[in-house]
């Protein structure tokens, strides 16, 4: 499971506290939770040092998404294209169709919408059916409380999720998420 948008150690701190596996930074510069690097090292510094933390890259280029990992300490970059880095989670945006051929290690499937992430909306799920690589997948996309079982369904490697669990954009509810994981772990 992952968690991502986290700007707060607070909220970061919870999340580990509940089990979540995967904390997710989001480096998009027009995003509501969007974070600076200096913050996300002064964060992953207070950490256990073996915290899968993801940074999500949308404009930057190999060398860059590179050094802001380095810096920060990160441990997977999620990234929205073909690119040569080690430890990435490939994200794929999904209108109605899976794409023919995936990267080969960790990958995630949004939706694809207006904006980038963060949108709340999911895909057609049905789609999944038949998946080769559901094993190895993140699905995102407006994933929440209500809809949990339809999506465990498919037995996918994780969830992703970011706006079901807040008060407001860039600030989690810990009530929610809470809620969330209590449903996740009597769906399984
Ligand atoms: O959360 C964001 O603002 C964001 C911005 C740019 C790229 C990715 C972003 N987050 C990703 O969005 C999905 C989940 O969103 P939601 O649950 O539908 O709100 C997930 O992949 C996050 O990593």
Known sequence: MKFCGMT???????????????????FYKKSPRFIKPQEVKNILKQLPKDTKSVGVFIEENENEIISIMDYCGLKYAQVYNDLNIQSTIRAYRIKDTLPDKVYDGLILLDSLTAQVGGSAQKFDWSILEDFCAIDRAFIAGGVSLDNIEAIAKHKPYGVDLVSSLESFPGKKDPVKMKNFIDKLRSTK
Do not use: H, Q, T
Request: proline share 0%; glycine share 10%; no cysteine.
């Open 8 to 26: 707060n150690l607070e909220d970061v701190f919870y999340s580990l506290d509940l089990g979540v596996d995967f904390i997710g930074f989001v």
